[in-house]
């Protein structure tokens, strides 16, 4: 998740906040091997240095400087007054609104409430003006490559490693006592997808990124001269790749992107593969040379990452950590057991939450990821279940709650407005969450000792989408979803940087769009009216036999559509429940990247073929398509041309 961590953040904040962010932390040695088996066994950590080690039983713990063990209970962005907020919101404001510009009252405060409910870690992005030490210690986000969206391409760019000194340096002169930070992440949820941390897309990677960069760019060239080392001439990687290229210079993102050729499979593997190896080797490199004995605690993946990215983040961390927001009150053991089995490190989950529709901040959870529950007794009910699960994994030494206080009812600076909070936005605390926080915290020293669970040996197996159509021989051959009367009015939606307008020519669609430069925009096609079902949540029209979508269009040249497919009860990822009277168990899936020619054409995607969708719908579900409860068809649109004109002559369905 995005949140307030930029370098140059502190220059937005009141001069009174500015003061306290001003003190703590020295620095921590990390090490492997085994704890003695009478080693004292504090909650609480001591000063540092600190390490890593397994006990007698194969165990996982960190050690303090005296080599008391520990395991490190965190909350995240600690801080006295929300990030950049926006005109006009409601924010939380505590050290001024409640503590009168009191800002070592607040802090004293703060820390005795984190302590008194069994967490001893400042998490990231937490104020450094806090008093740490006297069992409490921190984490600090380096960001050593900055913050751009490209920022994986930076290992093909000159100065890298001077770039990771100076944004080290800088960040870390807010610490000149160090003697208590755990340790430093490189950076928070990279893009190593290619568009971001957590969309799996193989046609869409860092490759393709780095084609669609300006030819200023030196990542640009530099990822043609891999190329060109990797297949000499353009007339052999286009027979590897099954595309049409005469140059180099004509090699945009474009040409490849949404193409499954084995050789262009292999190349983008490759490539994100070195990228990889390049930015964890000198991130390694250069934290050990300016914090000496610092843990270095991975860089916050975003969920999941492709497998040569996590090797690499292993052999250069001390920790792995990743932000897991889960779908269900346990633990996850498949996501686990990758990280596990490909990092070889042990892993601190540093990124979750669980939020609710019931909460004193007026908090209505439209952004923001994991769960929606109904009450705070449940968010208490997802803690106790996930921590307590989680936390008997013998790999597992650390979790780390995001966040301190509620974001603003109206939109944090990117627009999520979630009960996120053990506060809300006026410093009350929840109660309820936090009993169960405390009860927890102080259960899971003893439970995570004596576990009975042992480390995964075996990857877990992919969850490959399937898809059985029924045969509905009475069925026609073709149905064109904009022929006939649907079962809902045509639906559209925008990432909050983009515009969208649909109009209907006759059973045309003309789709005017201003795609920006996130998620892009979107136009929802309902299921027919005459095969709408009765008596289950609306719309959910039987669709079952069909074998493939059919897309006839005229679009930019170079713009990315994709196809989207929803069942009935499709809805955010993590809700506490999903309305599954149609019998689906809302998940939503999506087509590889279409692509705009300035030409009609048709684009046939076989519905076995869609990928699961990882920013909308139940992740939980058991990834069957489930035709005979069809939401809508939909049609996304992003990239480049930014803004544009697709008009759309038909949406089919055919055997």
């Known amino acids: ?24 932390p020295g620095p921590a040695r990390a090490q492997a091997g085994k704890a003695d088996a009478g080693t004292a066994t504090p909650k609480q950590p001591g000063p540092g240095p600190y390490s890593v080690k397994t006990d007698e039983r194969g165990v996982w713990w960190f050690h303090d400087g005296a080599g008391n063990r520990f395991l490190s209970m965190g909350v995240n962005n600690v801080t006295p007054a929300a990030w950049n907020p926006g005109p006009g919101t409601t924010y939380y404001n505590a050290a001024v609104r409640q503590f009168k510009g009191d800002m070592a009252a ?6 005795t409430l984190l302590q008194d409910h069994g967490f001893n870690t400042l998490g990231c992005w937490s104020a450094p003006g806090i008093p740490d030490g006297r069992g409490l210690v921190r984490t600090v986000v380096l960001y050593l490559v900055g913050h751009e969206m490209t920022r994986c391409l930076q290992p093909l760019r000159p100065g890298m490693e001077e770039m990771m000194r100076t944004s080290l340096r800088e960040m870390m002169a807010q610490y000149p006592d160090r003697g208590h930070i755990l340790g430093v992440y490189f950076d928070n949820e990279m893009p190593w997808f290619g568009r971001n941390g957590w969309d799996r897309n193989p046609g869409d990677t860092l490759l393709e990124t780095a084609l669609d960069l300006p030819d200023s760019d030196p990542a640009r060239g530099a990822t043609l001269k891999w190329l060109q080392d990797r297949h000499g001439t353009p007339a052999k990687a286009a027979a590897a790749w099954q595309v049409e290229l005469n140059t180099w210079e004509s090699l945009r993102g474009v040409t490849l992107r949404g193409r499954m050729a084995a050789g262009l499979v292999a190349d983008r593997t490759d490539f994100t593969a070195m990228l990889a190896d390049r930015f964890y080797a000198a991130a390694s490199k250069v934290v050990s040379a300016e914090l000496p004995g610092m843990l270095k605690l991975g860089s916050r993946f975003a969920g999941d990452a492709p497998d040569a990215v996590i090797r690499a983040a292993g052999a250069a961390s001390d920790v792995m950590s990743l932000n897991s927001y889960p779908m269900a009150y346990r633990s996850n053991p498949d996501q686990l057991a990758r990280f596990w089995l490909l990092g070889g490190k042990p892993i601190m989950i540093t990124e979750y ?17 994991g769960m929606v529950v109904d009450t705070q007794a449940q968010r208490a009910e997802g803690y106790t279940g996930f921590v307590g ?3 008997t994994w013998p790999m597992v030494i650390g979790m780390h709650w995001f966040e301190f206080a509620d974001q603003s009812p109206q939109g944090r600076f990117d627009g999520e407005d979630s009960n996120y909070g053990i506060v809300d936005v ?3 605390p929840y109660t309820t969450l936090l009993t169960a926080m405390k009860a927890t915290n102080t259960a899971v020293f003893a439970a995570h000792g004596s576990t009975s669970r042992t480390t995964p040996t075996e990857m877990p197996k992919p969850r490959a989408v399937r898809y059985d159509p029924g045969q509905h021989p009475d069925r026609p051959s073709t149905m064109d979803l904009l022929a006939g009367p649907m079962s809902r009015e045509l639906g559209t939606w925008n990432a909050p940087d983009a515009s969208v307008s649909v109009a209907r020519e006759g059973t045309a669609l003309r789709i005017t769009y201003a795609a920006g430069t996130q998620y892009g925009v ?36 170079g713009v990315q559509m994709n196809l989207t497919v929803l069942e009935a009860a499709a809805a955010a990822p993590g809700q506490a429940k999903y309305d599954v009277g149609a019998g689906d168990d809302g998940e939503a899936y999506i087509s590889l990247p279409l692509i705009g020619t300035g030409k009609p054409e048709s684009y046939r995607v076989p519905i076995s073929e869609l990928l699961g969708q990882g920013a909308w719908g139940n992740q939980g579900g058991a990834r069957i398509i489930e035709m005979t409860a069809l939401r809508n068809v939909g049609i996304q649109i992003q990239g480049q041309p930014a803004e544009g004109v697709v008009v759309v002559t038909g949406l089919r369905l055919e055997r």
């Open 426 to 428: 006026e410093n009350r």
């Open 353 to 369: 939450s669980f939020r609710a529709r019931e909460n004193t901040s007026g908090n209505p959870n439209t952004r923001g990821a």
């Open 389 to 391: 699960d989680t936390m």
């Open 522 to 557: 979107g136009v929802d096609v309902y299921g027919p009216l005459a095969w709408q079902r009765r008596g289950v949540p609306a719309p959910a029209a039987d669709v079952d036999g069909y074998t493939a979508v059919v897309l006839q269009a005229t679009a930019p040249k």
């Open 106 to 111: 607040w802090a004293t405060a703060t820390r």
């Open 1 to 24: 998740m995005f949140t307030p961590a930029r370098r140059s953040a502190l220059l937005g904040l009141p001069l009174l906040i500015i003061s306290l962010m001003l003190c703590v």
